[in-house]
């Protein structure tokens, strides 16, 4: 079973025991908790696709939360020339690395 799914304003392909690198869905989040999502945007079952409009009524996937990591540093500098003015900025996002434990669709959610 694959599908498409949406976390993090981000869509992520995700098949049963495939580890993702999401984005922090909150604070205070420990390794080994599940989560449930249910914004399944596309779901392939049998030979049989069913696209949502925007998601699939009664999918949801199941994740395993198995660390906290961050990204790796964007570092943007900005200046103006000739006037002596420059400045470096850096970012580094926090993000959950995760494993996909279920794909589901509920029959009756149709």
């Given at each position: ?60 996937a199941v ?36 494993r996909v ?5 509920d029959k009756?959610?149709?």
């Open positions: 079973m694959i599908a498409v799914i949406r976390a993090g304003g981000k869509q992520y392909r995700a098949e049963e025991g495939a580890v993702l690198e999401i984005e922090l869905p909150k604070k205070g989040i420990l390794a080994g908790e599940r989560l449930t999502t249910e914004e399944v945007l596309l779901i392939e079952s049998d030979g049989k696709t069913e696209v949502g409009t925007p998601r699939v009524p009664g999918a949801r994740l395993e939360v198995l660390e906290e990591i961050r990204a790796p540093k964007v570092v943007a500098f900005r200046y103006k020339r000739r006037k002596g003015y420059h400045r470096t900025v850096g970012h580094r996002q926090r993000l959950a690395r995760v434990v279920e794909l589901a669709i009756k959610g149709k």
